[in-house]
DNA sequence: CTGGGGATGGGGCCC
DNA sequence: CGGGCCCCATCCCCA
């Protein structure tokens, strides 16, 4: 005998625990507030909760915690009274962060909803607007900042609306992949019901730093930012979640390296990395990843709808998800995924490879021109344009076949890495201009071969 | 505000 | 299978 009524009762009977806090063994602090919520809840709810939890399944009794800095403490208000009761608050003023949010967290029903929000306020879709959910009037909508209750059926059994079942199964599935699973590729689709919402959610990442949903349609940038898994610590039993605030890649670094110096240590030492970790795991779960209706030679990345047609391209790929950054830069501590991206990066920032005069444009050789060197920047300038700054009299004849310049001045980031025996720090010789702002460091080049250390 | 160019990140694929 | 190259998209800075 069914009990329609049961789910929703028992999800009245959870979120009245909430409420009086009762068997809350989960600590969420958004925005200074602290959320109490169950892990259970949390749970099946969230697939990013999923992974975070399931990573500290094994600890029983000790309270979760984890911290978010990426939505204010209203939107998880309302996410988290969505997981208990599945009515959703929403309006033009917070759809999109509602659903940013909810991209964060991987809550695909809130995703779906907020797509249908924001496709009926803009009019796209008017069978979508009429039939789904119960959508407000255009005018009574998110334009005039009114704010429709959405219910997605969540502990009341079934949908409670008149598009049939199968076409919001087929939509929300085709909203996101599951973390764990291994969806259809939808790309077509995502392509075309993400494009209002896509727009939106980047500029709200410009300026509410906001990270996006997880979709094909993101670019790299995005979509490192989006589908980064959670951190844990290596004990797992009390985990402390520092997300990233949509902040340059580079601090967002240095935010994990502060977090996690262990694992930092483990890239150092050459060891499995947090993506070889979750390779070899879903490699053991599903044995092979093409096994959907993918070409067999296909494999799936189990974090977004990427396919690649080698193990060792979805190994790479995976990097992007954990954001691990396995290779420093030896001379500013920059850390790249790839090897490659190192000695790029390095080539062209700290060993002036480009034979073009910075300021003026101009090819230069090394007889009409000169390596100069600011912070740890290094690049090339004209003869003309080094005299114009003030350090035409700088000698030539230096220790190094190719005389340097050092300009000083602020760095663009302040190294973390610590130099080796002293790399571009030591022989150098001060030559202060006082005819103008530069001071001018005269070094040895001896140590130009060294390149960076990849640990 | 906008366009250009450099820097960076990621995918495809060859070796 | 890893390393590396090439290409392209995106971001960011600056004029």
Redesign the pocket.
């Known amino acids: 005998m069914d009990l329609p009524s049961h789910h929703s009762r028992l999800l009245q009977q959870l979120d009245e625990q909430r409420k009086r806090n009762l068997f809350c063994d989960c600590h969420i602090m958004v925005d200074g507030h602290t959320f109490r919520a169950h892990r259970n809840v949390l749970f099946a709810s969230s697939g990013y909760f999923k992974m975070l939890l399931s990573q500290s399944s094994g600890e029983v009794g000790q309270p979760t915690t984890a911290t978010f800095d990426v939505f204010s403490a209203d939107t998880f208000t309302a996410i988290l009274d969505f997981m208990y009761s599945g009515k959703l608050p929403l309006s033009g003023q917070n759809v999109i962060e509602i659903m940013s949010a909810a991209s964060y967290l991987q809550i695909t029903e809130v995703i779906g909803v907020c797509k249908m929000f924001i496709k009926s306020s803009l009019d796209i879709n008017e069978k979508d607007r009429d039939g789904f959910l119960d959508m407000p009037d255009k005018e009574s909508g998110p334009q005039t900042g009114q704010c429709g209750l959405y219910s997605t059926g969540w502990g009341m059994g079934r949908y409670p609306c008149n598009q049939p079942e199968g076409d919001i199964a087929a939509y929300l599935e085709s909203s996101s992949c599951d973390p764990y699973g291994f969806c259809p590729r939808t790309d077509e689709r995502l392509s075309s019901q993400n494009n209002v919402s896509t727009a939106s959610m ?1 500029m709200l ?2 300026h509410n730093r906001i990270p996006q949903m997880p979709s094909s349609t993101c ?6 930012r989006d589908c980064r898994i959670p951190e844990t610590n290596d004990t797992g039993c009390h985990i402390e979640v520092e997300l990233p605030q949509g902040e ?3 601090a967002f670094m240095n935010c994990r390296t502060a977090i996690q110096p262990r694992a930092r240590r483990r890239h150092s030492l050459n060891r499995a990395t947090k993506a070889d970790e979750v390779y070899a795991k879903i490699m053991g779960i599903k044995g092979c990843l093409g096994e959907d209706n993918l070409p067999s030679m296909h494999f799936k ?1 189990p974090f977004c709808t ?8 979805l ?3 995976l ?2 998800h954990t954001g691990e ?1 396995p290779y420093p830069c030896q001379a500013c501590g ?8 190192v ?3 390095y080539r ?2 700290h060993e002036a490879g ?1 034979p ?1 005069c910075r300021w003026c ?1 101009r090819h230069v050789t090394e007889d009409s021109g000169q390596v100069v060197q600011e912070g740890t ?1 290094r ?1 090339r300038l004209c003869n003309k344009c080094v005299a114009e700054v003030g350090a035409g009299s700088f000698p030539n004849e230096v220790d190094d076949d190719e005389p340097t310049i050092i300009l000083s001045g602020d760095e663009d980031k302040e190294p973390t890495w610590s130099f080796h025996d002293g790399i571009h720090t030591s022989d150098t010789e001060i030559i202060d201009d006082a005819s103008s702002d530069v001071v001018i460091h005269k070094v040895d080049d001896s140590d130009e071969e060294i390149k960076p250390i990849i640990c």
Do not use: G, N
């Open positions: 980047k990442d410009r670019s790299p940038d995005e979509h490192m340059e890649t580079e990345c990427h396919t690649v047609k080698r193990k060792a391209d190994k790479r790929h990097l992007c950054r920059k850390r790249f995924t790839r090897l490659e991206h000695r790029s990066h062209t920032i480009k073009i444009k920047r690049f």
